[in-house]
């Protein structure tokens, strides 16, 4: 069996993020290769097993129950396809210092013991609970392994201990409470394990950037008119499938009158010439996510769309400025401009327009930046921390809007950009 999450096996050491912020950070090549030293898979796995134990020793639980596929993913290194992330299909139990336990979809548990060998073969498990209530509580499933669950929390002396559970089906949190566990909110665990990145997740994270460098660069050349929003849709995802993403979990493509208010989503609008249009790539690679807006104008640009991204770009950089260890969120928040400055009624109405947050195996980690929730509940900026910054200016003419977004790795002194397809100047796409 290797040794990368056998218990006895973990030492401090693997806590350590081997960080190297002497050089700018790298984006290797996506193979593994004899020549170079690029991502070690053991020690990514060691690492993420690591600091989920220590945030659950922080905690007042003794245990988690994770049906989070996010989660699942970190604790035990194990994906079985992206189709499985809204079934609730798959579990994992981790209990003090023993190794997780992992229940996978039929076959899959025998697959994850012939090639997982970071895993006790006798933790890889097959079942399924409920499937998002497709297979009636009645049926009996949600108990069986609910008293199993129970069974192994005790054999690892954590009975006396809440458990911590990041989501679940209502009829398993009942059938939990039926076997005498006491549940406590796992996500905040698991949410806190994730904050820090070590080198091989920044490098995954690098990499991930460098495949939507790559779009952005397609998308300049394809925007004109007569093609349609959901045809760059399509070129996107032909284009990331073949350089390696795992997931294309959703390209927004919003152009011409659409842009305000900002829709969150696509359709079959053809691009015109003199429109302003922008674009957002959330895509995965090896599981580490990305968040990336770009806006271009389509041939010309007038003095409206000039302004709005003019100020979409220095409300950005402004932001970018403050990231440095130390600083908290709130600070960051402060110096993006108000909901109600942009014609919203309160920052609720303008949630995710002047918006931060984490990256990594969720598109959505800490720290969460906004106005709505930061200027309250300020949280520290930590060296290790990924995550997004992103900006929206409506323009003076009413309907254009400006987007950008950065990705952002706080270093011991700072930050590093890594969203590369240049912003500072708004992009003409095929100019007239």
């Known amino acids: 069996m290797s040794r990368a999450l056998m218990p006895n096996l973990l030492t401090p050491q693997d806590l350590e993020p081997n960080w190297q912020w002497e050089a700018k950070l790298p984006s290797p090549g996506h193979m593994s290769v004899d020549f170079e030293r690029r991502i070690d898979h053991d020690r990514l796995r060691r ?12 905690s007042q639980a003794g245990s988690l129950l994770l049906f989070d596929v996010n989660n699942i993913r970190y604790v035990s290194a194990t994906k079985i396809g992206e ?3 809204d079934k609730m299909c798959r579990f994992c139990l981790l209990t003090g210092d023993d190794s997780p336990y992992v229940w996978d979809f039929g076959s899959a548990a025998v697959h994850h013991q012939k090639y997982s060998d970071w895993l006790e073969p006798d933790h890889c498990l097959a079942g399924v609970v409920g499937m998002r209530g497709t297979i009636p509580p009645e049926f009996g499933l949600m108990k069986k392994y609910a008293k199993m669950i129970a069974e192994l929390i005790k054999d690892a002396g954590m ?5 911590g559970v990041d989501y679940a089906e209502t009829a398993m949190f009942h059938a ?21 990145k070590n080198w091989d997740e920044i490098q995954l994270l690098t990499q ?19 093609v349609r929003e959901n045809d760059i849709v399509a070129m996107s995802n032909k284009l990331l499938y073949e350089m390696g993403s795992d997931d294309v979990e959703a390209i927004n493509a919003i152009s011409g009158e659409r842009c305000n208010p900002h829709p969150h989503n696509f359709t079959d609008r053809l691009i015109r010439p003199g429109d302003q249009a922008f674009f957002d790539i959330l895509q995965s690679y090896q599981g580490y996510r990305t968040c990336y807006y770009r806006t271009f104008n389509v041939g010309r640009a007038t003095p409206a769309q000039n302004d709005a991204y003019v100020k979409a770009r220095e409300w950005i950089d402004a932001s970018i400025a403050m990231i440095k260890p130390g600083v908290s969120t709130d600070k960051v928040a402060e110096v993006w401009p108000t909901a109600e400055s942009l014609g919203f009624p309160n920052e609720d109405a303008a949630f995710g327009l002047q918006f931060g947050h984490g990256l990594g195996l969720a598109l959505h980690e800490r720290p969460i930046i906004s106005r709505a929730v930061s200027l ?4 520290e900026i930590q060296t290790g921390m990924v995550f997004a910054l992103e900006t929206y200016c409506p323009a003076a003419d009413g309907y254009s809007a400006a987007r950008i977004e950065e990705e952002v790795v706080v270093t011991e002194t700072g930050c590093e950009v890594i969203s590369l397809f240049p912003a500072e100047e708004l992009p003409i796409a095929n100019r007239y």
């Open 47 to 58: 690492y993420r097993l690591a600091r989920t134990r220590e945030s659950l020793k922080a």
């Open 83 to 85: 189709w499985e992330r």
């Open 159 to 163: 009975a006396d201990m809440p458990v």
């Open 176 to 196: 939990l409470q039926e076997e005498g566990i006491k549940v406590v909110d796992g996500q905040q665990i698991m949410l806190g394990a994730r904050e820090i």
């Open 208 to 226: 991930a950037a460098s495949m939507v460098d790559g779009v952005y660069h397609m998308i300049y050349e394809e925007l004109k008119p007569g």
């Open 376 to 379: 309250d509940h300020p949280m």
